[in-house]
């Protein structure tokens, strides 16, 4: 079974930078995506970034986020980042780390992801 562990979130003032890291162990082998969802109080997990690997490389951002937050990977220990800048109120939420192995779905799409983190908080004041 593979489990994620997030960390990296906090309080930090709007247009602050913050860093989740989203560690993977396990089987974490057949693994060719993963991503980072949020979720508001109230409001329903969203898409907010994903990266893929394997045969076919790719990153992937909402459009809320694009040119503020940055995905990456490193693969020697099996570790996603999630760098976030300019940060907004609108981005508190918790963050939710996610992996699969993808296969013909969207990597926006959360209903294919088949393992899941925790959360961590990311809360941003005004």
């Known amino acids: 079974q593979v489990q994620l562990v997030e960390s990296g979130g906090g309080l930090v003032q709007a247009g602050g930078s913050l860093r989740l890291s989203c560690a993977a162990s396990g089987p974490t082998g057949n693994l060719n995506a993963m991503g980072w969802f949020r979720q508001a109080p109230g409001k329903e997990r969203e898409f907010v970034t994903s990266?893929?690997?394997?045969?076919?490389?790719?990153?992937w951002y909402a459009d809320s986020v694009k040119g503020r937050f940055t995905i990456s990977r490193e693969n020697a220990k099996s570790t996603v980042y999630l760098q976030m800048n300019n940060l907004k109120p609108e981005d508190t939420a918790v963050y939710y780390c996610?992996?699969?192995?993808?296969?013909?779905?969207?990597?926006?799409?959360?209903?294919?992801?088949?393992?899941w983190g925790q959360g961590t908080q990311v809360t941003v004041s005004s």
């Open positions: 990266i893929k690997w394997g045969r076919t490389f790719g990153t």
């Open positions: 996610a992996a699969t192995r993808l296969l013909s779905g969207s990597v926006t799409d959360r209903r294919e992801y088949t393992y």
